[in-house]
């Protein structure tokens, strides 16, 4: 098991990470209605209808986020790195193939993540999320919730990549 140490800085990355990807979100939102909504004078507030984006400014908010994703799958590669590492230090040949295949996990949710990087697709993230989701359930249930937690931080970053044009991907 990692130490405090070790742990502390993972969740302190995770934290920056969470903390700036939600003020490029806010920063985005804010600049879509500066630029779509004109100065009004002040009026009794009604209930506002949200309006769907335009395929313009839907290719700016793409541009502006879908950088996250590479870093999700800068992510997931070092995430094959340590698994990788650690499967080659393994006692038993068990522990080797589970963290070989979590290596192979790995490598697969940043070939996916380079391809929504490339070809936004509501398809692509569901592949991202299985591919991810399957190493995260087996480490909770076998007791190494550490590497369930690291796990975490990529797709927590897919999340708040996608949430602001979900509605906008391609099917």
Known sequence: MPDIQTILLIF??????VLFTRRAIRK?????ISEAV???PSQ??????KTP???AQFKVAWKNL???????GAGNLYVAYTAAGDAMQASSTLEAAIRYGDAVFAIAAAVVSVLVFRRPAKKLVFAYLIITVIPIMFFMSTGHYTDALVHLFPLILVYFV?????S???E
Do not use: D, I
């Not at 009794?44 to 209808?49: L, Y």
């Not at 996608?162 to 979900?166: E, K, L, N, R, S």
């Open 12 to 17: 302190g990355v995770a934290f920056l990470l």
């Open 28 to 32: 985005q939102k804010a600049r879509a």
């Open 38 to 40: 004109p100065a009004r």
């Open 44 to 49: 009794p507030r009604t209930p506002q209808v």
């Open 53 to 55: 984006m335009t395929e």
């Open 66 to 72: 879908s950088y996250l994703m590479l870093l999700a």
């Open 162 to 166: 996608v949430q602001p044009v979900w």
């Open 168 to 170: 906008f991907l391609k």
